[in-house]
């Protein structure tokens, strides 16, 4: 058994070194001399280290209103997806109804369509709003887009979640809602959190419809900043490499500060009182 988890571990180190490699290169990358990362000898370790990527990347360029950008739309949608897809999933989850099971299979087949089939109708439908080239338009895109798996996902945590602990709340005097709120909503913290970040880090890393509906450079976010490294004259690979990392920057942060969420919800609200 011990050279079985021995072999397990190293088995698992080499798959998370394999994955991290990419992003490693990308900050090692950001900090070199433009001709260092142009060069063919693909140093594992920088020879020499320089920050001026970042200040081209910051400074020469509007990279703090992209980024404004992206946190209000990309919030603003995961927000509107926790709270209509929470509501959603209880639905789902406590109360039968007919044309429940079709709900929940329009809500799969929603969330396996791909993401690019629906650009012409989502462009249509913007145009005719007169949503084209305002962040609404975003907004509601990656709400939509978002919002299925966010449905389908919180529907399993709250069937993972007692239902006598309601119904125990509500023979104390709570009502419905009140035993939800009491009840379920803090049990359903980890849940919450998971899909809040799944459903971040989908919104953030958007590239095609911000770059089709927002034709003024002033409203279109980080992932389209990226591209404004590309010239005629070529690529700057050392400030596209800084502005990738300041770009993974917001979702690690986003991470870190509901992380332990994660865990701190799984037994509050199981208390009476």
């Known amino acids: 058994m011990t050279i079985r988890r021995y072999g397990l571990s190293a088995l698992a180190l080499a798959i998370a070194l394999v ?13 070199k001399p433009r001709g260092d990362v142009l060069s063919t000898s693909y140093d594992l370790v920088p020879t020499s280290v320089t920050f001026e990527n970042y200040a081209t990347a910051l400074f020469s360029s509007d990279f703090l209103r ?8 990309t919030l603003t949608a995961v927000a ?14 406590r109360f039968r109804f007919r044309g429940r099971k079709g709900f929940l299979m329009l809500v799969l087949v929603a969330q396996m369509v791909p993401f690019e089939a629906l650009m ?14 305002k962040l609404p338009a975003l907004i509601l895109v990656y709400w939509i887009t978002t919002l299925p798996f966010t449905i389908w996902s919180l529907r399993g945590f709250i069937d993972g979640i007692p239902v006598d602990l309601e119904e125990a709340a509500m023979v104390d005097g709570c009502s419905r809602a009140e035993a ?3 009840v379920t909503l803090p049990l359903l913290g980890p849940g919450l959190v998971a899909t809040s970040v799944f459903a971040f880090i989908t919104a953030w890393n958007e590239f095609l419809y911000a770059l089709v509906l927002m034709r003024s450079e002033s409203l279109q976010t980080l992932p389209v900043f990226l591209k404004t490294f590309t010239t005629a004259f070529g690529t700057d690979w050392g400030a596209t490499m800084a502005s990738a990392t300041l770009f993974t920057l917001p ?9 332990r969420k994660m865990v701190s919800g799984v037994t509050s609200g199981a208390v009476k009182g």
């Open 19 to 31: 994955f991290a490699f990419p992003t490693y290169w990308m900050v090692t990358s950001s900090i």
């Open 120 to 133: 012409v109708p989502m462009f249509l439908f913007m145009r005719d709003l007169g949503l084209l080239n």
């Open 180 to 182: 939800f709120r009491r």
């Open 251 to 259: 979702v690690l942060v986003f991470f870190l500060a509901v992380q």
């Open 80 to 93: 509107c997806s926790l709270v209509a897809g929470t509501l959603a999933a209880l639905a789902m989850s």
């Open 66 to 73: 992209y980024l404004g950008n992206s946190l209000l739309v």
